[in-house]
């Protein structure tokens, strides 16, 4: 694991380094500041008395923009982790130093959650923007921001897994945007089946949608917390597999 | 340093119940410390995935292959401590400067952070990459891209340089600052390097395995390879009866076919032999050509033997087969002796 360290520095340089990261902030910060905006006004204009919920769960639960910027953030981030190196060749010499998979593995994942919470970051100062005309419940932003950090670490983790899967970014990227958009359409199905049905459990289960509401309220279910945990395990399990085998194969 | 026995590598399907490609099979060799082997072959021969096997970056089908004591197998952590590897593409990551390149692989490498600094520096003094540590490596030319990989390869004073193709795809110029370079090195590590250039391999190698379709062929010094150098045939230049010399070298044994030229009074005479012959053969046979055309009353002015250059050895050693040789049991059971 001592070579968890400078990998995961490295990581960080090269993405930083790159206008994609830069473009990817500025975007994430567009949309998200423009939702605020249009949030706060729309609470000014219609008073307290015409919503039950609060700023902070209108932000990040009941929203299409949460997945939307998700959708077009994890792919892009996650997509070069392994498909670059493989496809230039540095894998080769980054393989053969003293370094184990699970570290290659997790100092690579690190450095996109780290990317990924730094992102994040600024729009903390909103909640402060807020709570200079109003109260912020900062247990309930607290989970939320649990929320947020855990749908996008299970994303994350796919994401990697599919990049370490092709040497082909281009196709990491596909693969990874079709299992981001599979889980959310999933998750969507539990507003279209029937209560009862399995179907309806599973979707239920998997749905980010719902998920995030929890969150936003200030509701942290170790159900959740289960099911993100397992999306970000799993993913990384395989990944260490992978890699393994198209080194050892 | 290192040790390699039957080593079997099979791409593809099948793993080792068959099918697939057979890229290395049963490869025997071993280089002691100190060494620099030059491990030659034409390309597609398995040079580097052999290589590749050593420096732990493929899995082999069957065999075992030890590095510096450690078995590659079970103990691929180790041994990976011990070898500074140089892969054929030189893969370097572009947006990185050469010092802090370097210094990311000596981390990575374990070099404590103390000597961190002198390791890198020392590494790049080396190879003469002191004058771009600052800039960004997507910016060098490939001269430079392939001294940092050299670099690279080095900075963690491994006992151990794989270093593939190092002078591939350079010029003339180059080619000879790395081959001092790497003529250098050859005092501190043991270097095992790989190139499908004879040259290359007499100008920094003291001891050269060829291999060709995954096979060892020969294993030697370069002068062990060169006594495999053969001859077809001799040009004799003579003065007196043309028709005597003539028929005087036909009778001899061993000559195929005497052809003429006649330029004044003395006669160009070019014999084949009846195959090639190495070396000690071909004393002797001019020897008794020389004799018989001075015993057809003729004088001799001019003797040329023919002999194959060390490319053709190379040629014939890799390609195999057409050119059978009887003779050649004493050098062939040398060859396996090493293995």
Known sequence: MKSFWPIYKRELFA????????????????????HFFLLVENFANAGSAASDQTPVQAFFGNTILLYLVLFLLVPPMTMRLFAEERHSGTIESLMTAPVSSPAVVLAKYASVLTAYGAMWAPTALYLVILQRSSDVDWGAAASAYLGVFLVGAGYLAFGLLMSA???????????????????????????????????????????????????ASGIVDSRRLVFYGSCIVLPLFVTVRAVDAWRWG | MISVQKLVKRYGRGGSGGGGELAVDELSFEVARGEVVGFLGPNGAGKSTTLRILAGFLGMTRGSVTVAGHDIRDASFEARQRIGYMPEAVPLYPEMRVVEYLSFRAELKRVARARRAAYVDDAMAKVNVTDVANVVIGHLSKGYKQRVGLADALVARPPLLILDEPTAGLDPNQIREVREVIRGLGKEHTVLLSTHILSEVEASCGRVLVIAKGKLVADGTMEELARKRRSSGANLVVRGDLEMARSALQALDGVASVTSTTTGESHDLRLLWARAIDDSARLRATEQAVSAVVRAGCLVREVRPERSSLEQVFAELTLGGEHAREDDVESSEAANEGS
């Open chain 1, 15 to 34: 993405f930083f380094v790159t206008p994609l990261a830069w473009v990817l902030i500025t975007v994430f910060l567009l949309v998200q500041g423009m």
């Open chain 1, 165 to 215: 899967l092709t040497s082909s970014q281009f196709l990491a990227l596909v693969l990874t945007a079709l299992v981001v958009l599979g889980l959310f359409i999933l998750g969507v199905g539990e507003f279209v089946t029937r209560d009862g049905t399995p179907m309806h459990t599973v979707a239920s289960y998997v749905s980010a949608w719902a998920h995030m509401n929890d969150f």
